[in-house]
């Protein structure tokens, strides 16, 4: 019996691994990079401007300038369950007229037992048949930016993504994707757009089971997908800032970001369509940064059977010594009032790096 139940967890958890996530393919990927923009609620379409742009909006890397500055972070999600590494690096090309970006990141659990075979025929645990294994995420982005193309203050930049996806030795998927991206100054406001998967990404799923395992999956009626297909749909990003300076050394950004998807099928606050999401970010002299958001606002309903808008809060810190970034953030994923707190923290580093940042 014991055997039969972890069979069928088995196989429910792989076929709906292929065929309930068909629309949402990559959502893992799709939590965010760098404690900045994780305490700003993910908020920086707009005004990013460092090698994490790369993620986020790949015109922000057009504000790099000269230098190299490669970024990492470590996230600890879901208390731990969860963790995201995240590794990028730009560098500005002929005195900052260009800027290329690498990107590499991993979203996995690890550690996940496989009892498929513990339990012998006669019903008896053997713990030594127990095995372990990972699912696990995987991207590649190349990014290019130039400044001012066509005209003043527009930079526009473009994404070539690869993915990867594993569940132990089950199964793995490939995808590749496209994105678009620009932003651009008006006087005191900043405006971003992100076209993220412009040409709809596909990732295509194999299955590589043993004779044994089908074996098992045949024996308690369970069907084995052989091969799947997932796709992300395009989404629109849209971003607008303003930098409040309340002295030479204080002021305090403020950006709100509205992400659109084309599937029309998620449950986010407006119309199944549009998920905004806010961010602020206190600045004294460019050394100290203090910051806080509210994404993932999602409509719910309570244990008392109410309904009620589920919020994400954020907050977080940074601090420049020399040309070293130092930025934390400490948010939560879901219902805000059940979810374990998530900590994330990331680096960055200038070398040689002359920013040419226009915002504000």
């Not at 959502?27 to 305490?39: P, R, S, T």
């Not at 678009?180 to 406001?189: E, P, R």
């Not at 295509?204 to 089971?209: M, Q, T």
């Not at 992300?232 to 409040?244: D, M, R, T, V, W």
Request: proline share 2%.
């Amino acid at each position: 019996m014991m055997k039969q139940k972890l069979a069928i967890f088995i196989a429910s958890w792989l076929i709906s691994l292929s065929c309930i996530a068909q629309t949402y393919t990559n959502n893992q990927l799709n939590i965010g990079v760098g404690a900045q923009a994780y305490a700003m609620g993910n908020a920086v379409v707009a005004t990013i401007d460092n090698t994490t742009a790369g993620y986020w909006n790949p015109a922000g890397l057009a504000n790099m300038g000269e230098g190299i500055q490669p970024a990492i972070m470590h996230a600890e999600l879901f208390a731990g369950i969860s963790k995201f590494d995240y590794l990028s690096v730009a560098m500005g090309l002929a005195g900052g007229s260009s800027v290329v970006g690498l990107s590499i990141f991993r979203n996995g659990v690890d550690g996940i037992p496989n009892t498929l075979f513990a339990v012998d025929g006669n019903g008896i645990f053997r713990p030594e048949q127990v095995t372990y294994f990972s699912s696990s995420d995987y991207g590649m982005i190349f990014s290019f930016a130039k400044p001012n193309l066509l005209i003043d203050n527009l930079n526009v930049g473009i994404n070539a993504k690869v993915y990867y996806r594993t569940a132990g030795d089950f199964t793995n998927a490939y995808g590749f994707g496209i994105d678009i991206g620009g932003q651009y100054t008006l006087g005191d406001v900043k405006f971003g757009l992100m076209l993220k998967d412009i040409t709809t990404t596909v990732l295509a799923w194999s299955f590589n089971f043993t004779e044994e395992e089908k074996q098992v999956f045949a024996a308690t009626g369970n069907d084995i997908p052989v091969k799947s297909t997932e796709f992300s749909y395009p989404k629109i990003n849209l971003g607008a800032a303003y930098n409040f300076e309340f002295t030479d050394k204080l002021s305090l950004l403020a950006e709100l970001d509205l992400d659109m998807t084309t599937d029309g099928k998620r449950n986010v606050l407006i119309g199944n369509i549009i998920d905004p999401h806010f961010g602020l970010e206190f600045n004294y002299n460019d050394l100290v940064f203090l910051r806080g958001g509210l994404n993932n606002m999602q409509k719910g309903t309570s244990f008392a059977g109410k309904e009620v808008t589920f919020i994400q809060p954020n907050l977080g810190a940074g601090i420049k010594v020399a040309d070293l970034h130092i930025d934390y953030a400490l948010t939560r994923f879901g219902d805000s009032n059940q979810s374990v707190f998530s900590h994330i923290f990331s680096l960055m580093f200038d070398i040689n790096r002359e920013n040419t940042s226009n915002n504000f």
